[in-house]
T-cell receptor, first 112, second 118 residues
Framework: QKEVEQNSGPLSVPEGAIASLNCTYSDRGSQSFFWYRQYSGKSPELIMFIYSNGDKEDGRFTAQLNKASQYVSLLIRDSQPSDSATYLCAVPFEGGYNKLIFGAGTRLAVHP | GAGVSQSPSNKVTEKGKDVELRCDPISGHTALYWYRQSLGQGLEFLIYFQGNSAPDKSGLPSDRFSAERTGGSVSTLTIQRTQQEDSAVYLC????????????????FGPGTRLTVL
């Protein structure tokens, strides 16, 4: 099993819908989780980070963490065409926080 | 304030040549990271600096790769005798605090250097 797994997509949703992006990780000891957005040809930019079980909301974005099931998800409400990008999940490596392990990313396409 | 900057933005070189890539982290950030991203792939960790020291060099793919950081600020990634498989976007990131410091270990990325080895 890869350390961080994401469905590569593309995930296609209509404008205004909720986009749900999922990420599973292998290290039960992982404590912090990051979601980055990367537009084509650009560098990743931080969207959300979450440390505790449950939901964390920031504007149209909600991160959900379930440590028991080892998954973290990102919900985007009222999806806009400008949300079309690749979303990367990142998890610190096996208690060694100096290394973030990135998933391969899920490509999201929001169509008008 | 200013973000992470990298130079050059693009570098085209011939196989066998050496290249140097530069990263200027956000002012005051103690931790600095190098990653590379091949076309259509995820990010691959290369090396991490805390201050001027590199406690983790495990990601460097071969001994042709080396990196240094001086004055707790600027870092240079050097690739010797470049090969075509080195072609990728090299990304630098920095964080305010050391990894594991919740709330200050968030990594902020620079725009990257696109390296093409002919």
């Amino acid at each position: 099993q890869k350390e961080v797994e994401q469905n590569s997509g593309p995930l296609s949703v209509p404008e205004g819908a909720i986009a749900s992006l999922n990420c599973t990780y292998s290290d039960r000891g992982s404590q912090s989780f990051f979601w980055y957005r990367q537009y084509s040809g650009k560098s990743p930019e931080l969207i959300m980070f979450i440390y505790s079980n449950g939901d964390k909301e920031d504007g149209r974005f909600t991160a959900q963490l379930n440590k028991a099931s080892q998954y973290v998800s990102l919900l985007i409400r009222d999806s806009q065409p400008s949300d079309s990008a690749t979303y990367l999940c990142a998890v610190p490596f096996e208690g060694g926080y100096n290394k973030l392990i990135f998933g391969a990313g899920t490509r999201l396409a929001v169509h008008p | 304030g200013a973000g992470v900057s990298q130079s050059p933005s693009n570098k085209v070189t011939e196989k066998g040549k050496d290249v140097e890539l530069r990263c200027d982290p956000i002012s005051g950030h103690t931790a600095l990271y190098w990653y590379r991203q091949s076309l259509g792939q995820g990010l691959e960790f290369l090396i991490y600096f805390q201050g001027n020291s590199a406690p983790d060099k495990s990601g460097l793919p071969s001994d042709r790769f080396s990196a240094e950081r001086t004055g707790g600020s600027v870092s240079t990634l050097t690739i010797q005798r470049t090969q075509q498989e080195d072609s990728a976007v090299y990304l630098c990131a920095s964080s305010l605090g050391p990894p594991g410091d919740w709330g200050t270990d968030t990594q902020y990325f620079g725009p990257g250097t696109r390296l093409t080895v002919l």
